[in-house]
């Protein structure tokens, strides 16, 4: 996947790749789920599927996401596990994620952006909102 003149510039000025999050849903729309991979890396359904041994997923609708997640197509963001009470959306991240150093990404609008260390992400702010994320390698 090629990274857009944007995407290229927030990773220079933060000094560090930026996280992809994806929000996804089975055909049923029943169970859905908030992936995290690096900006970089293309998302196959069928890897993501594969590796959690469910049935193929693919992009929530527009309006689950701000409905669900508090945001808009493009401003996704982990933090919007804080409005998941109910733990209806599964948090899952890439392992690549888990073992980098920084965890750059959305704040929930699409024009402004943070750096925060990964450990804080897993350790602190995910028990916090009680989400148990699963970990996958893609």
Not at 97 to 116: A, F, L, N
Request: glycine letters at 4%; aromatic letters at 10%.
């Amino acid at each position: 996947m090629k990274l857009s003149l944007d995407c290229i510039a927030i990773n220079k000025k933060l000094d560090m790749e930026m996280v992809k999050t994806l929000f996804l849903c089975n055909r049923q729309q029943t169970a859905f789920y908030l992936f995290i991979t690096k900006g970089s890396k293309p998302f196959r359904s069928k890897d993501f599927s594969n590796a959690l041994g469910i049935s193929r997923v693919s992009f929530a609708p527009a309006k689950l996401m701000e409905t669900m997640l508090g945001t808009k197509v493009g401003a996704a963001t982990i933090f919007s596990a804080i409005l998941d009470k109910q733990n209806t959306v599964q948090i899952v991240l890439d392992k690549d994620i888990v073992h980098s150093e920084w965890y750059g990404c959305s704040d929930g609008i699409t024009t402004r952006y943070m750096k925060v260390k990964t450990e804080y992400i897993t350790d602190t702010f995910l028990q916090y909102v009680k989400h148990i994320p699963a970990v996958i390698e893609v």
